[in-house]
């Protein structure tokens, strides 16, 4: 079985390097100086599986090709024959770092679709948990990327600290990764008693531990040497490519969908979009360090602010859009999270599709690796902030 | 901006509003040409994503979307057009290089060719599988068993 299967692996490679813009390989060898290698689909700094193929020179990368889809897992013909309740807890299985994101995209667009909205109190309850999580997948993040570097005690850190917003989720509704905390016009649970102050706790635990992460890594001379200058890429580039979130801020692009097009309450709130200069690893490292903070001021606000009321809107018990279409999305943590619906009236989506921030940020991979050397690909993979599961769906 | 593009254009063009979000249902015979022109007079600078939807009980079976935004607008548009199956569509890689993927995956999953596309194989799907699976027709159980044998060694992939 396992020959049979490298036999196949080899073809897809020389199939694939056929885009390249390089010369297709005719005969059977290569150049001498220029060298293929796979990386992948099982390798740590992969995040997942991603297979990434790469043409070198030396140690220098003239090109790569990403080989996806080992995850795949149908999720858009799962929604087509799910109904609209029953296909929530699957959006938590795309990002599922970030799954309270996920619920908040899909639950607002079919809010959308119906014309409900949900009621002040829920919307609160919803900013406070998507801004949490927004900081336990920075934090994520950031373990993981500075490991790949060389770094490892952010990762303790990092998980140590994550571990206390894994912790209110758990509370509010007994999950702590697929939480699947929103339902369609407002939220299932109303917050246990002690969650304000759980919130607020976190808040005062969570501020100096930022400097914390700072005052490891920003100053750091080995960490200065390997994300300066590494994996850089322009505002102009990023657009043409789709790129948002964190990588387009960093390039000096000040696009945030929860200023540019406010949805849930974020209007209410009062916070920065920080922007980098550069466009490289270094820039997209300290604009994640400032969003943490910056959700921490929008948490501080909403959980001073919630108000009382009831946490469902007026929805019916069996969800039925009207016939019709819409498209919304969100500021995931890494970049914009769309669903597209289209109703037939029934209570199945006709169609559903996820516009998935990562699966496009990846395609700017091969860009910022051109030219640069074989040991930034891994500092790059790790800056785009994939998550292979939201890739593939 | 569509009452300008309509005496251009004539018929082809349809301005739809639905729940406050703007489309345009385009004929297939202006699609690159619309697209560029969104993109050049009209600031549609980010191509969002391209999608499509089967309906296959309509003599064209495919609705091809390209949800588009622009930044100096700040607004949004779709972009609707009917192809028939077999049909082809022309690449808007070169309008938009974020394009590429997202071609390669509504041709993956729904088998509708782009001209021009650089590229153009499956995405998430392996390279050697038969079928699309987002057609309607295609089965939610379904699955090309022969190459789950070859290539897995196992009996099912379910």
């Known amino acids: 079985m396992s020959d049979r299967k490298n036999d196949s692996t080899n073809d897809v490679s020389i199939h694939s390097l056929s885009n390249l813009n390089l010369e297709t390989p005719e005969k059977p060898y290569l150049d001498s100086n220029e060298l293929i290698i796979n990386m992948g689909p099982q390798h740590p700094a992969t995040h997942g599986v991603l297979r990434v193929i790469l043409k070198l020179d030396g140690e220098k990368v003239l090109g790569t090709e990403c080989v996806i889809g080992y995850l795949h897992r149908g999720v858009e013909k799962i929604a087509e024959n799910r109904t609209y309740t029953m296909f929530n807890p699957y959006v938590d299985r795309m990002d599922y770092c970030a799954a309270v994101s996920n619920g908040l995209g899909y639950c607002e667009a079919v809010e959308k679709l119906m014309n409900v909205e949900a009621p002040p109190r829920a919307q609160y309850i919803r900013v406070i948990l998507t801004e949490l999580n927004r900081i336990a997948s920075h934090q994520l993040w950031l373990g993981t990327h500075a490991l790949d570097i060389g770094a490892m005690t952010p990762l303790f850190y990092t998980f140590r600290d994550r571990e206390e917003i894994l912790k209110i989720f758990e509370r509010y509704c007994g999950a702590r990764l697929t939480t699947h905390a929103f339902r369609i016009g407002g939220c299932q649970y109303e917050t246990y008693a002690g969650f304000e102050k759980d919130v607020k706790n976190f808040l005062t635990f969570f501020a100096p531990k930022i400097d914390e992460y700072e005052a490891l890594l920003t100053t750091n001379r080995i960490w200065l040497e390997r994300t300066r200058n590494v994996g850089v890429i322009s505002g102009a580039d990023c657009i043409a490519l789709g790129v948002t979130g964190p990588v387009l801020r960093a390039s000096g692009v000040k696009w945030d969908l929860r200023k540019a097009q406010p949805y849930a309450n974020y209007s209410k709130f009062d916070f920065e979009i920080p922007i980098g200069t550069n466009g490289d690893t270094y820039d997209r490292y300290l604009v994640r360090m400032q969003e943490m903070r910056q959700s921490m001021r929008i948490v501080e606000q909403a959980v001073n602010g919630i108000p009382e009321g009831p946490i469902m809107g007026k929805v019916p018990k069996v969800i039925k859009p009207p016939v019709g279409e819409i498209y919304h999305s969100i500021e995931a943590p890494k970049g914009e999270l769309g669903f597209f619906i289209v109703s037939d009236g029934s209570t199945q989506p006709y169609r559903l599709r996820v516009r998935p921030p990562s699966f496009v940020n990846l395609q700017a991979l091969d860009l910022m690796v051109r030219g640069a050397l074989v040991a930034d690909v891994v500092a790059v993979i790790g800056t785009i902030d994939i998550v292979l599961g939201e890739v593939d769906r | ?158």
């Open chain 2, 1 to 158: 901006m569509v009452e300008k593009y309509r005496s251009q254009y004539g018929s082809g063009l349809d301005p739809l509003t639905y729940l406050g979000q703007n489309y345009l249902a385009v004929d297939r015979s202006l699609i690159p040409d619309i697209l560029r022109l969104l993109r050049d007079e009209e600031q549609f600078d980010y191509c969002v994503d391209i999608t499509a939807v089967h309906y296959p009980k309509r003599e064209k079976q495919f609705d091809v979307v390209w949800i588009l935004y622009s930044f100096p607008r700040n607004e949004r548009v779709r972009v609707k057009t009917q192809i028939a199956d077999g049909a082809s569509l022309p690449s808007s890689v070169s309008i938009w290089p974020t394009a590429n993927w997202l071609e390669r995956e509504v041709y993956d999953m729904f088998g509708i060719t782009f001209d021009g596309h650089p590229d153009l194989k499956r995405i998430l799907l392996p390279d050697g599988w038969k079928g699309h699976p987002l057609r309607k027709d295609y089965g939610i159980l379904q699955q090309d068993k022969e190459w789950v044998q070859i290539n897995l060694g196992i009996e099912s992939g379910q």
